[in-house]
């Protein structure tokens, strides 16, 4: 705690020494020409081998699709079929499974879909 309270009685102390940065900073307006940022946007055509970046994000997509669906049939399967033989364990953790699935969908799914929308545009 003290070596906390030492940094930031140090961090102060040099803070209100600290000299004013000569000369004066301007804005960004004041300048003339300078960069335009309105004119900056991807373009898929410019990156050597795009296609094979957009045949690797779909086959992740795919994949964990896949996964998702089939953790959420085989969850769902499990929720019902375990009451019937007397195994209510088994049902809550089917009833686990499916929440997990649709999770993982979620977190698959996404990130391809944000990536492609901003490459493709």
């Not at 004013?20 to 900056?40: C, K, M």
């Not at 499974?97 to 993982?104: C, D, H, I, N, Q």
Request: glycine share 12%; aromatic share 10%.
């Amino acid at each position: 705690m003290l070596t906390h309270a030492a940094a930031y009685l140090a961090a102060k102390a040099a803070n209100a020494y600290a000299l004013d940065p000569t000369p004066t900073p301007t804005g960004a307006g004041d300048l003339p020409g300078g960069f335009d940022w309105s004119r900056i946007g991807p373009d898929p055509k410019q990156v050597p081998r795009s296609d094979l970046f957009y045949s690797l994000i779909n086959g992740a997509l795919f994949l964990g699709v896949a996964a998702a669906l089939t953790g959420l049939i085989g969850g769902a399967i499990v929720f019902g079929i375990g009451p019937v033989f007397g195994a209510h364990i088994l049902s809550d953790r089917g009833k686990t499974m499916m929440w997990k699935a649709s999770l993982v969908a979620i977190i698959i799914g996404s990130p391809v879909a944000i990536i492609s929308f901003f490459l493709k545009q």
